[in-house]
């Protein structure tokens, strides 16, 4: 187990999507984004001018042992960023990894002068629910349809970032 007390957050690299695949399958099933899709994010955020999005993953510097990722997308018309994927790994939960991408997303907003952070989240994912709204997100409403395996509603998260 690593020693989660010394993980570090750094820009995900081609060299993670491997990795960054396996556990977006473990986490999401089917529905989760194939290979291509980080791999085509990685490469529209690097040539983005400004940024358009940030790709984040979280690993011991010991091991290496991938423990989370996550991804926000700025709104080209200004505004908004969107959390547009977070997932830590399972037996890594509850260790301050999930914390550290929203501070992470958080301070990304704050440097580029957007002002609102959203997110979408499983209806049923109470737990998820639970710790967003810790981080100071509040629900703003509800996206019907949007999840199709098992089909439920999105609830929408935001939080300013001023």
């Known amino acids: ?3 989660l007390s010394r993980f570090r957050v750094r820009p995900m690299t081609e060299g993670d999507l491997d990795r960054v695949a396996a556990l ?13 899709v980080f791999a085509e994010l990685l490469r529209a ?15 011991d510097p010991q091991t290496g042992e991938l423990l989370g990722y996550a991804g926000v997308e700025v709104s080209a018309l200004g505004g908004e960023a969107d959390l547009i994927n977070i997932a830590v790994a399972s037996a890594q939960r509850r260790r301050g990894v999930g914390r550290a991408f929203i501070r992470r997303a958080i301070s990304l907003g704050r440097r580029l002068g957007v002002p609102l952070l959203w997110l979408r989240v499983r209806a049923s994912n109470a737990e998820a629910q639970r710790f967003y709204a810790r981080m100071g997100f509040h629900e703003r409403g509800q996206f019907a349809g949007y999840y199709a395996d098992p089909p439920e509603p999105a609830i929408i998260m935001a939080m300013d970032v001023e």
């Not at 977006?24 to 291509?36: I, L, N, Q, V, Y």
């Not at 955020?45 to 690993?59: N, Q, Y």
């Open 45 to 59: 955020f690097a040539r983005a001018e400004p940024t358009r999005g940030e790709l984040w993953v979280a690993e």
């Open 24 to 36: 977006e399958f473990e986490t999401f099933g089917r529905e989760a984004w194939p290979f291509p």
């Open 1 to 3: 187990m690593p020693s």
